[in-house]
């Protein structure tokens, strides 16, 4: 495929000076959702899918990307002296956004670039192909152009660009789980303090299913930012009785004995959802290292249910995949991953469980939506790197 790639580019851009290959994997959440802007706890893995890059520096200050992806948007074009956020550049707003921000961060990119990306996850569907995209660029100016960075900063510059550039309040977790991404491991990350450790995930006789409901999404339209100021609002109310932080701060028994505090009762299934998950994925955490897989996958689902009733960011495609999938014996946990309204669900299923799933998951899915769900086993890999 890096062949194909590095052709197409030569075509489009021409042969001469130094062309190298990047990669930066796409990420799945095993649980811990919307936590990562409450100051609670993730547990994300980078995949072995992901985005491709083909890039050189030039000598002048234009931008000129290409994406395998997008064929019909031909070469976007654009220059280092018009780093804003246009709706018509279309992808290239997250490559021009990390640029952006890292001028911003006191690293002004003075060398334009030609950029070719192929990405190998399914677009929009929630396994995080636009910080997978951004961690890419990061990446490339630490390695190419040699800004003096660590993969966590490019984590932090990256949500950054997300935030400030894109409009999208989005938490760390996404550009951490690429960044950071270790092969075999999903990382257990505390969002309030960035400290973080990795937890070796062995399942000898499972595998990771992702299901992808191919509604389609995107983040800015969604109600991602409605619910991150509910859950704000929400700690604002309890702050006023208990000196926390975060919503990541309370324990649920804590949380029962302030959430009268909280005078909406959208609110409150709001905030008892970022609680109750940040505490779920403290457990799920300590469950997978006492190797009690099936307590693990237990909670997935309740993280699910809690994503459903008490978050409300489910909606009929991720309760059909994950209501179907516990049906199906041999299902350890599923759950929506991602931002939901769409994209993905995780799933763990037993090795000989795995064909029936598909097929099960996959003929309830489109008889009651009326189109295809798709399926991927997928493998943790590692995070960014040059591959040529
Ligand atoms: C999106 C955001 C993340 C996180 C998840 C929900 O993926 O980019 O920061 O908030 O949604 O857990």
């Given at each position: 495929?890096?062949?194909?790639?590095?052709?197409?580019?030569?075509?489009?851009?021409?042969?001469d000076?130094?062309?190298?290959?990047y990669?930066?994997?796409?990420?799945?959440?095993?649980?811990?959702?919307?936590?990562?802007?409450?100051?609670g706890?993730?547990?994300?893995?980078?995949?072995t899918i992901?985005?491709?890059?083909?890039v050189?520096?030039?000598?002048?200050?234009?931008?000129?990307?290409?994406?395998?992806?997008?064929?019909?948007?031909?070469?976007?074009e654009?220059?280092?002296d018009d780093?804003?956020?246009?709706?018509?550049a279309?992808?290239t707003?997250?490559?021009k956004g990390?640029?952006?921000?890292?001028?911003?961060?006191?690293?002004k990119i003075?060398?334009?670039?030609?950029?070719?990306?192929?990405?190998n996850?399914?677009?929009?569907?929630?396994?995080?192909?636009?910080a997978?995209?951004?961690?890419?660029?990061?990446y490339?100016?630490?390695?190419f152009?040699?800004?003096?960075v660590?993969?966590?900063?490019?984590?932090?510059?990256?949500q950054y660009s997300?935030?400030k550039f894109?409009?999208?309040n989005?938490?760390?977790m996404d550009?951490?789980?690429?960044?950071?991404?270790k092969?075999?491991?999903?990382?257990?990350?505390?969002?309030?303090?960035?400290?973080y450790?990795?937890?070796?995930?062995?399942?000898?006789d499972?595998k990771?299913?992702?299901?992808c409901?191919?509604?389609?999404?995107?983040?800015?339209d969604?109600?991602?930012?409605?619910?991150?100021?509910?859950?704000e609002?929400?700690?604002?109310?309890?702050q006023?009785f208990?000196?926390i932080k975060?919503?990541?701060?309370?324990t649920?028994?804590e949380f029962?004995?302030f959430?009268?505090?909280?005078?909406?009762?959208?609110?409150?299934?709001?905030?008892?959802?970022?609680?109750?998950?940040?505490?779920?994925?403290?457990k799920?955490?300590e469950a997978l290292?006492?190797?009690d897989?099936?307590?693990?996958?237990?909670?997935m689902?309740e993280?699910h249910?809690?994503?459903?009733?008490d978050?409300?960011?489910?909606?009929?495609?991720?309760?059909?995949?994950?209501?179907?999938a516990?049906?199906?014996?041999?299902?350890i946990g599923s759950?929506?991953t991602?931002a939901?309204?769409?994209?993905?669900?995780?799933s763990?299923?037993?090795n000989?469980a795995?064909d029936?799933?598909?097929?099960?998951?996959?003929?309830?899915?489109?008889?009651?939506?009326?189109?295809?769900?798709?399926?991927?086993?997928?493998?943790?890999?590692?995070?960014?790197?040059r591959?040529?």
């Amino acid at each position: 495929m890096q062949e194909k790639l590095l052709e197409k580019f030569k075509e489009l851009f021409g042969a001469d000076g130094e062309i190298r290959t990047y990669f930066a994997p796409g990420r799945v959440n095993m649980i811990g959702e919307h936590t990562d802007y409450n100051g609670g706890h993730v547990f994300p893995c980078a995949l072995t899918i992901g985005t491709y890059g083909v890039v050189r520096k030039r000598e002048d200050n234009k931008l000129r990307f290409y994406s395998m992806n997008f064929e019909n948007l031909g070469i976007l074009e654009s220059s280092l002296d018009d780093l804003k956020p246009d709706p018509a550049a279309d992808w290239t707003n997250y490559p021009k956004g990390v640029i952006w921000a890292f001028g911003e961060k006191g690293m002004k990119i003075t060398q334009g670039m030609d950029l070719l990306l192929f990405g190998n996850i399914p677009n929009g569907s929630g396994l995080s192909s636009s910080a997978s995209v951004e961690v890419l660029t990061g990446y490339i100016l630490k390695d190419f152009y040699g800004c003096d960075v660590t993969n966590q900063d490019i984590a932090l510059i990256g949500q950054y660009s997300e935030n400030k550039f894109n409009g999208v309040n989005c938490g760390i977790m996404d550009q951490f789980a690429i960044a950071m991404g270790k092969k075999g491991h999903a990382i257990f990350l505390d969002t309030a303090t960035l400290e973080y450790t990795y937890a070796p995930i062995e399942l000898k006789d499972a595998k990771i299913v992702i299901s992808c409901s191919n509604k389609k999404r995107g983040l800015g339209d969604s109600k991602y930012n409605e619910r991150r100021a509910e859950c704000e609002k929400a700690l604002e109310e309890i702050q006023q009785f208990v000196g926390i932080k975060s919503l990541g701060d309370l324990t649920e028994e804590e949380f029962e004995k302030f959430k009268s505090a909280i005078k909406d009762e959208d609110r409150v299934k709001r905030a008892r959802h970022a609680v109750y998950e940040n505490q779920r994925t403290i457990k799920a955490v300590e469950a997978l290292k006492n190797n009690d897989i099936e307590l693990f996958g237990k909670l997935m689902n309740e993280s699910h249910v809690s994503l459903r009733d008490d978050y409300e960011v489910t909606g009929i495609e991720l309760d059909t995949l994950a209501e179907e999938a516990w049906k199906v014996d041999g299902v350890i946990g599923s759950r929506m991953t991602g931002a939901g309204f769409g994209g993905c669900s995780v799933s763990i299923v037993k090795n000989d469980a795995v064909d029936t799933f598909i097929e099960q998951v996959g003929k309830a899915y489109e008889e009651k939506i009326g189109y295809a769900a798709d399926f991927y086993v997928v493998e943790i890999g590692d995070g960014p790197s040059r591959l040529a």
